[in-house]
């Protein structure tokens, strides 16, 4: 298999507008992650993932572009990002950088042209359609966000098509003059040195011929992978990316492993490697089978031919150990249990801010509090049907992507050290017990735990390039697998619930080695192949073969 810096890697996700404050208006901001810098240092990363530092005006939370080549106040300047750039390289680290081209925000220029008039020349830069015989939308396609992808604009009578929220109009990646633009800002990044792009919906670009109604529209996987996808990713990789030494990572909903491939083959030359959602959008609580399926099914689709990612969390998702693991009396377990999995799973792992300290979800007590606009959407569209609003909020609640948007939690003063101002969203409130200067004084934190998986990657190929078997196939509870390379064998044994399990390790395994484990009293050496695990423990062992 060949080997490449970004499939050894490990990537630590700044979502900075919550990392940390350095001026007092409750943003974090690129000066806070410049000052926090060597913290991401110690952890062992090597490359961080930037989320959109762009001119914004902030309707999802930068997602919403209304200029891609400057910076918006509340991050900086765009000397602030220079600086910041420096000093990641400094470290010896990477940058890469959020890339949002399926819309822009309706105030981008663009659109404001594209808006004025039926004969503006940036008209065709978006998708405009009229409304359907019967008058009303031109299909019955919900959005991510909305009732419905389109938004009636009365000054030309027309609708036009958006993905997401009504201030995210999709882009017309049709139009080679879209296409062009698009290439020549993401040159303007690439030039100024940064390390690579994480994509955003990057399978969206391409809409699906004639706007046929759908069957099901509540299941909006209509808006992704639609034929002419792999020209458009094709033409930027020949134009663009292959020109320079990154990592480019596509955010590709819906994917199968099958399809997945098509975007990553190493023969494609399209994108290096791809978040899939088959956990994180599908699998709204743990599911132990479900979750050995979906690992076994995209390493057989790719092992050896493309390259995937790990992760449970994002800014997008509840964090991991309130979602998947145990938040309450085993959180340390828990937290600890996941990480030894996504670190050894085959792909490149990723760490979301917050996440190395064992951060945990939200539940405020209104809506107020709330901010993410999937969710305030939501519960505007179903409090209007007269549904009781208390029900509708804690039916969001769970999955509101705000669980992982609140501050970071830097130590027990308040605000949990994150600003000297009113933070845009409340901090947890569990911020005294959980705190950075709490786990960095405790060697036996969550943190170091982070820090000594990512070492073991740096010295153990096995865990980057190995094989992938599961052992434990229809096992609810317990996951056993191994990752093997050239006769070196690294055994993963993990008691994802409450209570202790029984469990027999391998013939081969004896005499193995004690490479790392959640609980301190582990024996270093396999004498008894008959072992009990605690309750969330997770162990790595090594022998050779
Ligand atoms: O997310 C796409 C999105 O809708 C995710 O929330 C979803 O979990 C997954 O991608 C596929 O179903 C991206 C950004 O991460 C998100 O923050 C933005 O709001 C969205 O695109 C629009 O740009």
Redesign the pocket.
């Known amino acids: 298999m060949n080997k490449r810096w970004w499939k050894e890697a490990v990537v630590y996700q700044v979502y900075w507008r919550s990392f940390f404050d350095t001026d007092g208006d409750g943003y974090g901001d690129i000066r806070g992650v410049i000052e926090k810098l060597d913290y991401i240092k110690k952890l062992g990363v090597d490359v961080i993932w930037l989320n959109p530092v762009y001119e914004s005006p902030d309707k999802?939370?930068g997602?919403d572009i209304s200029d891609y080549q400057s910076v918006m106040d509340k991050a900086g300047s765009m000397d602030d990002w220079e600086n910041l750039l420096n000093e990641v390289h400094r470290r010896d680290m990477k940058l890469i950088m959020d890339l949002?081209v399926?819309?822009t925000s309706d105030q981008h220029p663009w659109f404001q042209e594209s808006r004025s008039s039926k004969e503006n020349p940036k008209r065709d830069w978006y998708i405009w359609k009229d409304p359907s015989a019967e008058g009303g939308p031109p299909n019955n396609w919900r959005s991510?966000f909305t009732p419905s992808t389109w938004e009636y604009d009365e000054k030309t009578g027309q609708y036009y098509f958006h993905s997401?929220a009504v201030e995210?109009p999709d882009l017309n990646w049709r139009n080679p003059e879209v296409r062009e633009a698009i290439f020549d800002m993401m040159k303007f990044w690439l030039d100024k040195g940064i390390d690579g792009f994480r994509m955003?919906?990057i399978n969206l670009l391409a809409k699906l011929e004639g706007f046929p109604d759908a069957e099901q529209p509540e299941k909006i996987n209509y808006l992704g992978n639609n034929p002419g996808i792999h020209a458009y990713l094709q033409e930027m990789n020949e134009k663009v990316l292959r020109h320079y030494d990154i990592m480019t990572v596509g955010?590709i909903?819906?994917v199968t492993p099958e399809d997945g491939l098509k975007y990553v083959g190493e023969d494609r030359d399209e994108l290096h490697t791809l978040f899939h959602?088959e956990v994180?959008?599908d699998m709204p609580t743990w599911d132990m089978l479900r979750f050995k399926e979906i690992q076994k099914t995209w390493y057989e689709g790719m092992y050896g031919k493309g390259w995937n990612s790990q992760f449970l969390n994002?800014?997008?998702?509840t964090r991991q150990v309130t979602r998947y693991g145990n938040d309450g009396e085993y959180r340390e377990k828990s937290a600890k249990l996941l990480a030894t999995m996504i670190h050894t799973l085959p792909g490149t792992p990723y760490i979301f801010q917050g996440e190395e300290i064992g951060m945990t979800g939200v539940d405020f007590d209104s809506i107020e509090d709330y901010h993410d606009i999937?969710m305030k959407n939501k519960y505007e569209e179903e409090v209007g049907k007269g549904r009781d609003p208390q029900k509708v909020l804690e039916e969001l609640k769970p999955l509101s992507?705000d669980n992982s948007r609140t501050p970071v939690q830097w130590d027990n003063t308040k605000h949990a050290g994150f600003t000297d101002g009113e933070p845009w969203i409340p901090v947890n409130p569990n911020y005294k017990e959980i705190n950075v200067e709490q786990a960095l004084e405790d060697p036996t934190s969550i943190f170091y735990y982070y820090q000594k998986l990512i070492s073991l990657r740096k010295e153990n190929d096995v865990m980057v390039y190995g094989n992938y078997e599961d052992l434990s196939e229809g096992d609810e509870r317990l996951y056993m697998y191994t990752r093997s390379l050239d006769g070196v064998t690294w055994l993963v044994v993990l008691n994802h619930s409450d209570e202790a399990h029984d469990l027999e390790l391998p013939e081969e395994s004896k005499g193995a080695q004690l490479m790392i484990g959640n609980y301190g009293d582990t024996e270093k050496t396999v004498r008894e192949l008959e072992t009990t695990l605690q309750p969330h423990e997770a162990r790595i062992y090594e022998y050779t073969n």
């Not at 994002?314 to 998702?317: A, C």
């Open positions: 999802d939370n997602y949002v399926n819309h991510y997401f995210q955003d919906v955010e909903p819906f959602f994180a959008d994002n800014h997008d998702h999937a992507r």
